[in-house]
């Protein structure tokens, strides 16, 4: 019998089998045997063939990527706060592919894409585990989900997944200027104390990786981890936001203590609970920003507006208005929080805030 003959044959037995206390652990046996079979489906790849089904195109104003352990609720989230429907089911690796739906909120289009769940081991390969954590690198936000009612060492076992494909969660690139060079050996400097980082220990690394020839300036105190990251290249510096659901089915108290800790939010898909205030707060963490623009004598439409990124500049606002904008440009008067009076006159290195109004004076 073949594997989704197998799993066939479970699921059947699930659906007639009454669920009651003495049927408990017949059904918790049958629902670990069929998580087994759905992860030798993944290994073998005959859910889809290899990849297929991850390649998911980047669409709207920023993406939104869901990682967790299976049958945590990643996929009843995507149904509960999207159109989209990515099947749910109280068994494991339910979800085989990736699935994208859509936020809309403030006027933004944030792509959700739900994944199947990872296990222990992701990082080698275990499961679908490569592709899953190769699309969280494309993320904007990687939202780590958790079963509330499961311990906290799921918490750390994600972090260490993700950690070893070189994806760094909540920090930002070390700051330090490192350029390989065809000659003149090492140069190394540092602008301030170092605690751990020595100059000999730079030269080991890189010797290590047999680099003899490079400039090396240090702009803050990093670890020795730090500089290997800034050495390999590769790494992705990506936000990480902690959602923890189905707090239905835990105390008061262990809700309380949840929602107190850094970056993390507490939901329940199944009662609704917290939904608003997890979308606000995936906006927060995605630093988009909204402004609006006007033209000369008129009002800004305010159902419209544009999405940009965090830190974005004038010359980015003209860029999403239009191509050639930038060339005609002369000056634009701004009013709102990044100025200091309204209006005021700005060039195009000005730096937008949140909910400005953006009037573009074009030369003649
Ligand atoms: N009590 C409770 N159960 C929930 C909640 N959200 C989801 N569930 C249940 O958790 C189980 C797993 O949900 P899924 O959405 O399939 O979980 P998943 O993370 O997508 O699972 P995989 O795709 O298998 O990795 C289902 O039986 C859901 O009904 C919740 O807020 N509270
Ligand atoms: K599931
Ligand atoms: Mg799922």
Not at 141 to 152: G, V, Y
Request: aromatic share 6%; with cysteine; proline share 2%.
């Amino acid at each position: 019998m073949g594997v989704l003959e197998k799993i066939a044959d479970i699921e059947r037995e699930i659906a007639r089998t009454q669920k009651n206390k003495a049927t408990e652990y017949h059904l918790g046996l049958l629902k670990a045997k069929l998580a087994k079979y759905r992860v030798q489906l993944l290994d073998t790849g005959k859910a889809a063939a290899k990849g297929e089904g991850f390649d998911v195109m980047k669409s709207g104003d920023a993406r939104v990527v869901l990682i967790g352990f299976p049958s945590v609720g990643k996929s009843t989230l995507l149904n509960t706060i999207t159109k989209t429907h990515s099947e749910a089911g109280a068994y494991e690796f339910t979800t085989l592919t990736c699935i994208p739906g859509k936020i809309e909120y403030n006027g933004a289009n944030i792509q959700l894409l739900d994944l199947p769940g990872i296990i222990e081991g992701a990082s080698q390969g275990k499961g679908r585990g490569r592709q899953v954590v190769s699309v969280a690198k494309t993320a904007d936000l990687i939202m780590i989900m958790l079963d509330a009612t499961k311990s906290d060492s799921q918490r750390e076992l994600l972090e260490a997944e993700l950690e070893a494909v070189g994806i760094r969660l909540n920090c930002e690139k070390p700051n330090v200027y490192f350029k390989v060079k065809n000659g003149g050996g090492l140069s190394f400097n540092a602008t301030c104390q170092l605690s751990t980082l020595t100059e000999k220990m730079v030269q080991s690394i890189l010797h290590d990786y047999k680099i003899f020839n490079a400039d090396i300036l240090i702009r803050e105190d990093i670890t020795v981890e730090q500089f290997i990251d800034v050495v390999l290249g590769n790494r992705r510096y990506v936000r990480a936001l902690y959602c923890y659901n189905k707090i239905d089915s835990i105390s008061l108290e262990q809700v309380d203590q949840l929602a107190r800790t850094p970056n993390t939010v507490v939901i329940s898909c199944e009662l609704s609970l917290n939904l608003d205030y997890l979308i606000e707060t995936i906006w927060k963490n995605l630093r988009l920003l909204r402004v609006y623009t006007k033209r000369r004598g008129e009002f800004p439409d305010f159902d419209g507006g544009l999405i940009i990124r965090g830190g974005s500049t004038i010359e980015h606002v003209c860029h999403a208005i239009h191509r050639s904008l930038v060339s005609e440009f002369k000056y634009a008067l701004v009013w709102g929080r990044s100025t200091k009076h309204n209006p005021q006159r700005v060039g195009l290195s000005h730096l937008v805030d949140n909910e400005d109004v953006i009037q573009v004076v074009k030369r003649r």
